[in-house]
């Protein structure tokens, strides 16, 4: 089986899983006990915590250990819009894209549905991008956050998050970054990208699913979203994943250090298959933008397609048959059967959308394999078309 599908999940690294062992095993403490072994669980926990402010150059005070992106997303939406309305009861809107993960789109509307607040959604181009000028005739007086992707799950796109979030922080509102898929493939420096809030999940990067990390800038007002003990300054309660934070810091340091060669080597495989693909296959079309016309405007490891004319789901089983784990969009979206909320909003019709497939490549994929990919496809798909016709 050749597993392409890295943008849903990542296997576990090694090096990750060493790092954990002593904090399953001997080192169990709570960190909150105040004994020798909690002492020592505390200080694994705020070293974790130091690694990932390193990588994203804040303060580790700065750091919020959650229980992956989601919970991330949904305490930088809801808690900041509530904790900056908690302050000003005027700041009752907030701002995304139409291409956001469900994590923050269902955020933003459950605030419009059950605390009163405004949602403005922005519209995207057909590259999926959003575009500055229209962020800023978004944004009101009351607008309490703003929350925009670094890169799309499904379509690899990657926004302009410094120049979105200047516009934002020049009208004095907090602007939030889903980093979940960015992480491993892009700079993480929130400074650089002067962002308030930005959302982590570690099994992107090879650590355990259930780990994760916001990102919140000292100051930014924040209404937790659960009550309980005074875990994570009070922004986060919960007993301490001390092993999943360790986990977390180390696959994100090992993501760091290796991303320079790795978005080389994998960019040039992505184009290899893409343009694989556009040539092979009559009539498929590339989702989101073109990196070869705009170098940067993709995940490095990311290639979309929709094949209208077929059924997507035919096509993954199809290709699974022949040893090709792919996946037809976001896995959270998996079992819909609805299109994309993203590719509609890209301009797509709904019955082209629902033709989509993603690969998501390994860092270790070869030009070989994707040669073989390419094979697949072309047959897959045509097999389909001239069943049809």
Not at 332 to 345: D, Q
Request: hydrophobic fraction near 40%; aromatic fraction near 2%.
């Amino acid at each position: 089986m050749l597993y392409l599908d890295h943008a849903a999940t990542s296997p576990v690294r090694r090096e990750v899983l060493e790092a954990m062992w002593p904090y399953l095993t001997d080192e169990f403490g709570n960190a909150s006990s105040t004994h020798e072994l909690g002492r020592r669980a505390q200080a694994g926990l705020e070293q974790a915590r130091a690694g990932i402010a390193a990588v994203l150059n804040c303060r580790p005070a700065e750091v919020v250990l959650t229980s992956g992106g989601t919970e991330a997303d949904n305490l930088a939406v809801k808690g900041i819009a509530l904790g900056r309305r908690d302050r000003d009861p005027a700041l009752r809107h907030v701002v995304t894209s139409a291409v956001e993960h469900r994590a923050v789109l269902d955020s933003a509307r459950d605030l419009a549905r059950w605390d009163g607040f405004a949602h403005t959604e922005l519209g995207v181009g057909p590259d999926g991008l959003v575009d500055p000028a229209e962020l800023a005739g978004a944004v009101r007086p009351s607008t309490a956050v703003v929350s925009v992707m670094h890169a799309n799950n499904e379509t690899g796109a990657v926004q302009a998050v410094a120049e979105l979030a200047a516009v934002a922080r020049a009208r004095q509102v907090p602007f939030h970054t889903d980093a979940v898929q960015a992480a491993g493939s892009l700079e993480l420096d929130v400074q650089a990208l002067d962002v308030a809030a930005l959302s982590l999940a570690g099994h992107k990067l090879g650590a355990p699913k259930g780990t994760g990390a916001l990102y919140l800038r000292r100051g930014t007002p924040l209404r937790p979203l659960l009550s309980g003990g005074g875990h994570e300054r009070g922004r986060r309660p919960g007993t301490s994943d001390v092993a999943g934070a360790v986990g977390l810091a180390t696959a994100l340091r090992l993501a760091a250090e290796e991303r320079p060669d790795r978005t080389r080597r994998l960019g040039a495989v992505r184009d290899r298959l893409i343009g694989g693909i556009l040539a092979a296959v009559p009539g498929a079309l590339l989702t989101g933008p073109d990196p070869r016309e705009h170098p940067g405007s993709r995940l490095p490891g990311h290639a979309s397609f929709c094949f209208p004319g077929v059924n997507g789901e035919t096509v993954l089983v199809d290709l699974e048959a022949r040893g090709l784990l792919v996946s037809s969009g976001s896995a959270c979206s998996a079992g819909r059967t609805e299109p994309s909320h993203v590719l509609t909003a890209m301009g797509l019709p709904p019955e082209v959308a629902t033709t989509a497939v993603r690969f998501s490549l390994a860092p270790g994929t070869t030009a070989e394999q994707v040669d073989d990919v390419v094979a697949a496809v072309r047959e897959v798909v045509g097999r389909l078309l001239g069943a049809r016709g």
